[in-house]
């Protein structure tokens, strides 16, 4: 790996996530990107989002120097925590792992300085308790990422009530609440300045809407218009209980370290969280996020450096298991044991693809249809070519074209549920249609996926679509 490579352009997949979240934090600021017949966007849906750090890892600065801030203050916490041997090694352990590589490389995305935040937070916390620096860490972590916030308070809470503080816990719980309520209510009120129709029923649908696509209550309770959804398309997602044991196996083997024991209890509950979000039972954070806050909070707290533990945390850093998850873009045989070099987008190039892909939109709207049509959950949707739509969709934005359907258009308006139907059913919807399939006579060819994005990245992004042509269909 050439690493000057690295600080020159991001990876492909990184790069693409990153258009998802500048689309999201444009639409926050009142930009209108979808057809009028969808009806509102719900803006109160995006009140637990960071939008600090969005600006902060996209805009200001860059993905790859965000994340390095974050990785500088957790090799700082360790030397805070631990004495220096102890700190060097276990920083070498860490910055050595595959757990490390990935979130560099490609993972690490917006919610990543608050999760070094609130690893530090758990440092001063056990060693210093209540002081004021503590409060600040916390009040921090939520702003940056309310992920990171959840977990600290949770594996906090828990520590407290293996000790038997339960003043603590309940002080603890009390400015938890505050602090995450102050936090979702000064972005309610930001987003009430964009629209205006934010009010006390959208908020209390919006509640619903997040709480059913997180697994909190049952996808057939989720409202919109007022009314229950059809139950023949679900915004939950399968259950995967094989992939959940799986995906815990590693994180068990940190019970078996050095540990104070009610840190061993923290550990439990996360790899329990950990279960539930893999199994889709809950879906909270994404499991590299998770993964790698449990990996990071035991190398911090471990006790006793010995052979065994350095061991033990360089195989949770270092699995098959875990790069299998994180590459899962190789399609090799020997995936999960041999790395394959993510293919790196400059500048340049990412201006490049999406000039390609602008050319030849001459169009004022556009529905686009997912290539497998056989959808009956949100797992469903675009899972072939999910990547390049992120890039279809911003060329899409550039050209001030409204499209549907994207993440936020289906599950945030008022009727992108409805004319999602629509669309897979083949119905009327009264917009020009793009299709990823062969051209044919009476489809008007857009561009090729093999000739927009080049053969590298088609062959390991786009393997079932690469050499599919956008086509597409006019309205009537």
């Known amino acids: 790996m050439n690493f000057n490579k690295i600080w020159s352009g991001d990876s492909f997949y990184a790069e693409s996530l990153r258009l998802f979240y500048v689309r999201q934090l444009q639409l926050a600021r009142g ?8 009806g509102a966007l719900s803006l ?23 994340v390095a801030i974050s990785h500088l203050i957790i090799v700082a916490t360790f030397f805070y925590y631990q004495s220096i041997s102890k700190a060097a090694l276990i920083s070498a352990i860490y910055l050595c792992s595959t757990v490390f590589y990935f979130n560099q490389i490609e993972r690490g995305n917006y919610q990543f300085l608050g999760l070094g935040v609130s690893i530090a937070s758990v440092a001063i916390f056990i060693l210093e308790s209540w002081a004021p620096h503590f409060i600040i860490s916390l009040v921090l972590t939520c702003i940056l990422s309310i992920s990171s916030f959840v977990i600290l ?3 906090l809470a828990i520590y407290l009530f293996v000790q038997n503080q339960f003043f603590d816990l309940l002080i603890l719980t009390l400015t938890g609440v505050s602090i995450a309520f102050t936090f979702l209510a000064w972005n309610t009120i930001r987003l009430s300045l964009v629209d205006k129709n934010i009010s006390i029923e959208s908020i209390r649908v919006s509640v619903f809407r997040v709480l059913s696509a997180v697994g909190f209550i049952p996808t057939e309770s989720t409202i919109g218009d007022g009314k229950i959804l059809e139950k023949d398309f679900s915004l939950a997602r399968r259950r995967n209980y094989f992939k959940a044991c799986i995906a815990v196996f590693p994180p068990l083997l940190g019970l078996t370290l050095p540990l104070h024991s009610s840190l061993i209890s ?3 509950v996360l790899i329990i969280i950990l279960f539930l979000n893999q199994a889709k039972m809950l879906r909270l954070f994404d499991y590299h996020f998770i993964y790698t806050w449990i990996y990071t909070f035991l190398v911090l707290t471990v006790q006793d450096i010995n052979f065994y533990s350095v061991a033990v945390l360089i195989l949770i850093g270092s699995n098959p298991i875990f790069v299998y998850a994180m590459d899962n873009y190789n399609k090799n045989i020997n995936r999960g044991f041999v790395l394959r070099v993510p293919i790196l987008v400059s500048e340049s190039k990412r201006s490049e693809i999406l ?18 049509r056989n959808i009956e959950c949100y797992d469903d949707l675009w899972k072939h070519e999910s990547l390049a739509l992120e890039w279809l969709w911003t060329a899409l934005q550039q050209r001030h074209i409204k499209f549907f359907p994207d993440w936020f258009s289906v599950f945030y308006s008022e009727q992108g549920i409805k004319h999602l139907k629509l669309l897979l059913a083949d119905g009327e919807v009264n917009h020009d249609v793009i299709i990823f399939a062969s051209s044919n006579t009476s489809d ?9 994005f080049g053969y590298d990245i088609s062959d390991r992004y786009f393997s079932i679509i690469s050499n599919s042509v956008a086509t597409l269909k ?3």
Not at 31 to 38: D, F, G, K, S
Not at 355 to 372: G, K, Q
Not at 446 to 452: K, N, P, Q, V
């Open 31 to 38: 930009r209108i990107l979808y057809p009028t017949e969808l």
């Open 44 to 66: 109160a849906s995006f009140s637990y989002q960071s939008f600090f750090s969005i600006k902060a890892c996209y805009l200001i600065l860059n993905r790859r120097v965000f």
């Open 153 to 155: 308070v949770i594996a």
């Open 266 to 268: 923290v550990l439990l």
């Open 355 to 372: 000039d390609a892909l602008e050319r030849p939109l001459n169009i004022t709207s556009a529905f686009i249809m997912p290539h497998d």
């Open 444 to 452: 008007r060819g857009l561009f090729s996926i093999r000739d927009t």
């Open 474 to 476: 006019l309205s009537n």
